[in-house]
């Protein structure tokens, strides 16, 4: 067949294309950014008009290995051709091996894994996992945490979106969130007392519990819950609240899990073992893939008891080839150095530029997920959703694309987390483009009379 001479058709102008979202696309969380995105490759995404903005998100906190990493291109390429979905009850080998491959990065007795799709999904599955087991209902969470959008994930989640839906799950508890720059109980000397915050908490946990806990899901560094790490010993402290109540702990490391942090995975810097570990984002590199992983003890107990999550994409081996791929690259690369390194060059970054803003409150984080918390009184700690909503938008009109969260009594806190594979002259040149738009946002906030 002879090859058509007809042109390929122009995209719709700009103003079509946004007439168009405007009209067809449900809003799912805020405005969306205003730049129509053409094509991403290693640390930047590229617009249609032309821009080139450097991601320090990772997309949505997942493309650890940057955009269109040319191993993962070339796994997709040649597992897609061969063997991409399956019944969900069939097995392939790449799913085989990503299960064995990831126990293997992993202390006893984490060695069981289901794969799915996304962080909501893993969470759920955790949950649902957990109250099998243990016969129990009740799920006790941070009150800033994120565990995703679906009902028990939703239910377990108190940073945002609770308003306006009905009831959540029954049985679900929130406990403060140990943050020491805005501590609640305190020390002598005015730093947090996280034990008698954590005794306070069990305590209220205790009093409201009908006798069915069943288990407690946190992250190792809460993300949109502004960047709190919470400090060491906690987590250990934490275990023994839930063993004393045969609850299960749930680790959640959506974000935190495979280097971002510098270590495997987050926890390790406390010793502490969860009885489930739930991964997500960045074991998919920006493909939808996630994992629950358990002991074969709690994995025997749920099948004896029925343990059901059959779902459309469970153990999908177009993903799990990708997620393959990504152990590959993280070994072969040494991204767990990699991002100590790099996060220690980001800190210093950050540093030099809490030194020349006030507004710069907190520092904060571990490897190349780091937090910056805007105020506008360092004394008081006084916070301006207005400020950081400013910065954020100078940052996209300079070439940087930057996430901020907003939580009510914290301001604005960037959350910072570039690709694994970003360079220091990438790195350099997003604080350098952080550094001015907080510059100019100050002065420009100055010259219209307001007070920063």
Not at 43 to 59: C, E, N
Request: charged share 20%; proline share 5%; glycine share 10%.
């Amino acid at each position: 067949m002879a090859a058509s001479t007809t042109p390929s058709p122009e995209p719709p102008s700009a103003d079509s294309f946004w007439a168009d979202a405007g009209k067809h696309l449900v809003r799912y969380g805020g405005e969306f950014t205003r730049e129509i995105i053409d094509r991403a490759a290693g640390s930047f995404v590229y617009t249609a008009d032309g821009r080139k903005i450097l991601d320090f998100t990772s997309g949505q906190m997942s493309a650890i290995l940057g955009h269109s990493h040319p191993e993962i291109v070339a796994t997709v390429q040649r597992q897609i051709a061969t063997l991409d979905h399956l019944y969900s009850g069939m097995l392939s080998r790449p799913v085989v091996d990503l299960a064995r491959r990831l126990a293997g990065t992993l202390p006893a007795p984490l060695e069981k894994a289901l794969l799915l799709t996304t962080g909501a999904e893993s969470n759920e599955a955790a949950i649902r996992m957990a109250k099998l087991v243990t016969g129990r209902h009740e799920i006790v969470s941070f009150a800033r945490s994120w565990h995703g959008m679906t009902q028990a994930a939703a239910s377990a989640t108190y940073s945002a979106g609770r308003k306006g839906y009905g009831p959540a799950a029954p049985g679900n508890f929130a406990i403060p969130v140990p943050n020491a720059y805005r501590p609640d109980f305190t020390t002598a000397d005015g730093s947090l007392d996280w034990r008698r915050q954590l005794d306070f908490a069990f305590d209220l946990i205790d009093a409201q519990s009908t006798g069915s806990l069943a288990a407690c899901l946190v992250e190792p560094i809460l993300s949109s819950g502004g960047i709190i790490e919470p400090p060491v010993g906690y987590f250990a402290a934490l275990k023994e609240k839930c063993r004393e109540r045969g609850m299960l702990l749930i680790l959640d490391e959506a974000q935190t899990g495979l280097c971002r942090t510098g270590t495997w995975y987050a926890f390790e810097r406390d010793g502490v073992v969860p009885d489930i570990l739930t991964l997500s984002k960045t074991l998919g590199a920006g493909l939808p893939l996630a994992a629950v992983i358990t002991s074969a003890e709690i994995e025997q107990e749920a099948y004896e008891r029925g343990f059901l999550f059959f779902t459309t994409h469970a153990a999908d081996p177009l993903v799990a080839a990708v997620g393959n791929t990504v152990l590959d690259v993280l070994i072969g690369d040494k991204l767990d150095q990699r991002a100590r390194l790099l996060g220690d060059f980001l800190r210093r970054g950050l540093a030099d530029i809490a030194e020349r803003h006030e507004v710069v409150g907190d520092i904060r984080g571990r490897g190349l997920l780091a937090g910056l918390e805007l105020v506008t009184d360092r004394d008081t700690k006084r916070t301006s959703d207005e400020l950081g909503a400013r910065v954020t938008r100078r940052c996209l009109e300079l070439g940087l694309h930057m996430n901020i969260v907003q939580l009510a009594g914290m301001g604005g806190v960037f959350r910072i987390a570039p690709p694994l594979t970003a360079t220091e002259d990438e790195l350099s040149l997003g604080l350098t483009i952080l550094d001015q738009a907080i510059g100019d946002t100050c002065a420009d906030y100055a010259a219209r009379g307001g007070v920063v």
